[in-house]
């Protein structure tokens, strides 16, 4: 059985190019996941949260949440609406519905007491989950 020639350089280059372009394509659908669950796991902390501000509709809590975080939190419609008709379902926030000057309706949403109760719940959890995870960030690797 005859040697395999060696690849040219260029074609190697490329290869590793692709390699490294895999990579890095890999970490950041890691990180996208990672933020996925760290949405799914926080979304409704977040919206009560906003909800404690005062009463709002969709739109507005989506411009909220991007305004107050300097665009580092963003939400669509299409995570947060399935997220207020499990609250409204929950009992954590009451609904009214209105129709401005300009005529379009508009769904609102207000905090419930039992959504406040469950805000402070929430609140509490993830205080001490984000205490827990500065501690462990803090922490000098050992010699290994």
Do not use: C
Not at 14 to 34: G, K, L, N, V
Not at 47 to 59: I, P, Q
């Amino acid at each position: 059985m005859a040697a395999r020639a060696p690849e040219p350089p260029d074609r190697l280059q490329r290869s590793e190019r692709s390699e490294r372009s895999d990579r890095t394509a890999d970490r950041t659908d890691d990180r996208r996941s990672i933020e996925r669950e760290l949405k799914r796991g926080s979304i409704e902390l977040i919206v009560l949260h906003l909800l404690s501000l005062g009463e709002a509709y969709g739109y507005e809590i989506v411009t909220k949440l991007t305004d107050l975080t300097d665009g580092e939190l963003e939400v669509s419609d299409g995570t947060l609406y399935p997220v207020l008709y499990r609250l409204e379902r929950a009992g954590w926030v009451d609904v009214r519905w209105d129709t401005p000057d300009r005529g379009v309706p508009r769904k609102y949403y207000k905090l419930t007491r039992l959504g406040r109760s469950e805000l402070a719940q929430l609140t509490n959890e993830w205080t001490t989950f984000a205490k827990a995870m500065a501690r462990l960030l803090r922490q000098e690797r050992s010699g290994s």
